[in-house]
């Protein structure tokens, strides 16, 4: 690592040479299959997958292996980073830290699994802070990808072209199909695609519908972007990349692949955009995220809508930095939004989003939270029988 630049400026040099090579993260191969034969970076411990420009950054380290974490994380978990191998740097903007809640008596509070309670407390600055990780070719121990893989496509509830059909039915964006071209007009408001027919197959069909929502995205009402660029400026470049990445992240995410073919062409403007001005990496990636993390959060709804029937149980409500399991996947409570709402992470995927105590999803939370709690006083009562026999 250079330490005499910013990581930004590494990132947006080594993409550069890459794509200029062929060889970038965009233009790495992947099947139609229901395997992806190239995944992005993410941490075996956590399930998460590493965010904006260091999801680029750990893509280009030339590795087979998507998994990366922290030395400390390997420990815990048992596995040895091997001897002298060197780490990957990675930085992210801290901008809330995790406090103890304290009680009356000044004691930190405990949640029903013993656990400390934590709130969220926002910081007056954001801090940039870097960790070093490493890949799991470089730790002995860990288990073979493969294994992970086939645990991860079987935890999944829908299969891969549902899964995008589920967002593009939720978002509520116009899609119109006919003719040549794949595009989003924002004077109108609607995408436009060839017929599903005209492509190759349907992952294709939908990597293309991925791309052209990441634009629908940056309409007003949504995430409020600049889109009446004309084409060939460097302001029309800068969207397209924005939407590339964000495509890039969602096929991953929805294991449904990416089509660069249809792309390909912006190029030499990307390359020109990154030599002018290397933070718009770091630009590009943060605003890519934001756009995908928008887009999966309309898979939610059809979960919502499939719990709606689950009857709610008497228990006492969520609190902060709980984690409740339920159907295979964690829910941890970040903070509560008001009254009636609550600001939650679904891990391992990392997607946040609000919820709301009227949501189906909430009565099924507190009723496996209830089924806990029930367990939980059976074992006590079980463990105060046997101390009264004695």
């Known amino acids: 690592m250079d330490t005499k630049k910013a990581l930004y400026e590494q990132v947006a040099e080594k993409l550069i040479r890459q794509l200029e090579q062929g060889t970038s993260p965009f233009q790495k191969p992947w099947t139609d299959t229901a395997e992806t034969a190239f995944f992005l970076p993410y941490n075996p ?58 009680g009356e008596n000044g004691k930190p509070v405990l949640d029903l699994a013993g656990k400390t309670v934590k709130t969220i407390v926002k910081l007056a600055k954001p801090v940039v802070t870097i960790a070093w990780v490493f890949n799991a070719e470089q730790v002995s121990g860990i288990p073979p990808l493969p294994l992970e893989l086939a645990a991860k496509l079987e935890a999944q509830k829908w299969n891969n072209v549902e899964r995008a059909e589920i967002i593009a039915g939720n978002s509520g964006a116009k899609i119109k199909h006919g003719g040549n071209e794949a595009y989003y007009r924002p004077a109108r408001d609607y995408i436009q695609l060839p017929q599903k027919q005209q492509f190759d197959s349907s992952a294709k069909y939908y990597a293309t519908l991925l791309h052209e929502l990441g634009h629908w995205t940056g309409h007003k009402d949504r995430l409020d972007r600049t889109l009446i660029n004309s084409f060939g400026t460097p302001e029309y470049a800068r969207e397209e990349l924005r939407a590339e990445i964000s495509s890039l992240l969602l096929g991953n995410e929805l294991n449904i692949g990416h089509d660069f073919s249809q792309h390909a062409a912006y190029v030499e403007s990307w390359i020109k955009v990154l030599k002018d001005d290397p933070f718009e990496i770091h630009r590009a990636s943060s605003e890519a995220q934001k756009m995908s993390d928008y887009l999966l959060a309309f898979e939610q709804k059809r979960e919502i809508k499939k719990e709606e029937s689950v009857e709610v149980h008497p228990v006492q409500g969520l609190t902060i930095g709980e984690e409740i399991n339920y159907k295979s996947q964690r829910f941890f409570v970040l903070q509560k939004v008001n009254a009636d709402t609550f600001q939650m992470e679904r891990l391992p995927a ?24 029930t367990q939980h006083t059976s074992i006590e009562e079980v463990k105060e029988t046997k101390s009264i026999k004695r």
Request: proline share 1%; aromatic share 10%.
């Open 45 to 102: 411990t956590t399930g998460k997958s590493y965010k904006g420009m260091n999801t680029l950054w750990l893509s280009m380290q030339d590795r087979e292996d998507p998994r990366w974490l922290t030395f400390k994380q390997a420990e815990a978990k048992g596995w040895a980073v091997n001897k002298g191998a060197k780490g990957t740097v990675i930085n992210f903007i801290k901008t809330h830290d995790l406090k103890n809640v304290l």
């Open 350 to 373: 990392g997607n946040k989003f609000r919820l709301n105590v009227q949501d189906g999803l909430y009565a099924s939370l507190m009723h496996a939270k209830q089924q806990i709690s």
